[in-house]
């Protein structure tokens, strides 16, 4: 699976770009195939207050350092309040598909086959590539997902891991200049065959 995937980051989504369809039903069965149900995943209710409760002012602490850090840096992205709020409209769901990709499908299964210390820093690892070439992302998001991992073993609950996901990621959208977060984009910048025109 994540060679399906990082196959499609470089270069399936040019040439075939529905094939994240059949990626999606391969994950499906997987799970059909261990008899997972969405609630095992992480998929549920229970627990998202504790997170909120537990984490919520971490969280917030780290929205104001780093819109305030952005202020006097003048990195501060020139959006307005709504297209901000958009953008994390439209970020929350895709945070919560990696939250999921990153727990309830890889960690759950490489916790069969290691230690959950070896686990967890191999799918951080993982995680990480995944947001290869961007260096910015790959030094970033290995420690994130790390955090999450720690977190998800604890609360099972990946509608606030996907929250805390959406939050952060829009953070750094909005506060570091693309000449450091390359406008937070992975794989190639173009198709392959557009480089060598």
């Known amino acids: 699976m994540f060679a399906i995937i990082m196959a499609?980051?470089?270069?399936?989504?040019?040439?075939?770009?529905?094939?994240?369809?059949?990626?999606?039903?391969?994950?499906?069965?997987?799970h059909l195939a261990r008899h997972e149900?969405?609630?095992?995943?992480?998929?549920?209710?229970?627990?998202?207050w504790n997170c909120l409760r537990r984490f919520g002012p971490v969280l917030l602490a780290l929205v104001v350092a780093m819109l305030?850090?952005?202020?006097i840096l003048r990195t501060l992205r020139p959006i307005g309040f709504e297209?901000?709020?958009?953008?994390?409209?439209?970020?929350?769901p895709w945070g919560l598909f990696q939250q999921y990709l990153l727990n309830g499908y890889f960690l759950r299964r490489l916790d069969m086959a290691f230690s959950p210390n070896v686990a967890a820093i191999f799918a951080a690892s993982l995680f990480g590539v995944v947001h290869s070439p961007n260096w910015f992302l790959m030094v970033i998001t290995p420690v994130g997902?790390?955090?999450a991992i720690w977190v998800?073993?604890?609360?099972?609950?990946?509608?606030?891991?996907?929250l805390a996901h959406a939050i952060i990621g829009v953070l750094l959208f909005l506060a570091v200049q693309d000449s450091v977060s390359h406008h937070l984009n992975i794989g190639p910048a173009r198709p392959m065959a557009a480089q060598f025109r």
């Open 8 to 30: 499609y980051i470089w270069k399936l989504r040019f040439t075939h770009p529905r094939l994240w369809i059949p990626a999606i039903a391969l994950l499906l069965a997987s």
């Open 37 to 48: 149900r969405a609630t095992d995943l992480g998929f549920r209710a229970k627990n998202f």
């Open 68 to 71: 305030a850090a952005a202020v």
């Open 83 to 92: 297209q901000a709020m958009l953008s994390f409209a439209l970020y929350l």
């Open 145 to 147: 997902a790390y955090v």
């Open 152 to 162: 998800y073993r604890r609360y099972r609950n990946l509608y606030f891991l996907g």
